[in-house]
């Protein structure tokens, strides 16, 4: 379930809203699952996003950042979290093709019950208009981090994106993220770095197809668990009326862990319908 809401004050602010809620037995995605601590259980996550953008100039514009994410989980053993983001963003359109970027966020994870952890990012970015389709971004930077055990960490954190269409059929998306990072499952900072690819293209009028792949690995610091994630996902959607999508997918995927206990391949089909209000 998804909510967005959009409102024009002018033409130099602007209003986004999104909230999304989902209640699942498995992750959704890669990024989902990666990380995760293993098994089959129920778990409610709804996300809510408020970004306020204002145009300074014609060259500069600012974006305020509120987000929250609510994360409950019906597991013995596992705690629910919270995730609260406030921060910033400054974009300077340097030429018709490059935008320079600053961006400034307080991020605080915490457990019901347990300890909650902080982190301070600060990041410059580039994005580099290759066509005006397509685009390379690169954000580079640190991030100050108070860990659920006191003890404080200042770790790179770096990025890069090509996304885009390469013509009228078919748009691409190859990323990159080095980071620590405090997830939703564990009291502990997970280290990590992980790569993905994404293709799509239409293939017949009412039909598309994409190929996504995707692969990381991390280490928790404290307890040293050392995870990786490999997994490949086909699917097709075709479009059945003008608001109506219906779609099927297939997903392999294989954890492999210092953890014995955390290991799995899994195999998953999936059908669905989408329609737009």
Do not use: C
């Amino acid at each position: 379930l998804s909510l967005n809401f959009y409102k024009e004050f002018s033409p130099y602010s602007q209003l986004r809203l999104t909230d999304s809620f989902a209640h699942t037995y498995e992750p959704r995605s890669f990024e989902e699952a990666f990380g995760r601590t293993g098994g089959r259980y129920s778990y409610y996550r709804n996300k809510f996003n408020l970004i306020y953008i204002r145009d300074i100039s014609k060259y500069l514009n600012i974006r305020a950042i509120f987000a929250n994410e609510i994360n409950e989980v019906s597991r013995q053993g596992l705690r629910d979290s919270t995730l609260n983001q406030a921060g910033f963003n400054l974009n300077y359109f340097w030429s018709p093709s490059i935008i320079l970027k600053f961006n400034y966020s307080f991020f605080l994870r915490d457990f019901t019950p347990g300890e909650g952890a902080s982190t301070h990012s600060i990041v410059l970015g580039l994005r580099n208009y290759l066509t005006s389709q397509l685009y390379f971004d690169f954000r580079g930077g640190m991030e100050v981090i108070e860990s659920f055990n006191d003890k404080n960490y200042i770790r790179p954190l770096i990025q890069a994106l090509v996304t885009g269409d390469i013509d009228e059929n078919t748009r691409v998306k190859l990323a990159f993220t080095k980071k620590y990072y405090t997830n939703a499952y564990t009291e502990d900072l997970f280290n990590y770095w992980r790569v993905s690819a994404f293709l799509t293209r239409r293939l017949l009028k009412r039909l598309r197809g994409s190929l996504l792949g995707f692969y990381g690995e991390g280490r928790y610091v404290a307890i040293g668990i050392r995870d990786k994630l490999n997994g490949v996902t086909f699917t097709f959607t075709y479009d059945v009326g003008r608001d109506i999508k219906a779609n099927f997918s297939y997903t392999n995927s294989r954890v492999d862990s210092t953890d014995i206990g955390r290991e799995y391949i899994k195999n998953t089909v999936g059908l669905g319908v989408t329609i737009k209000f």
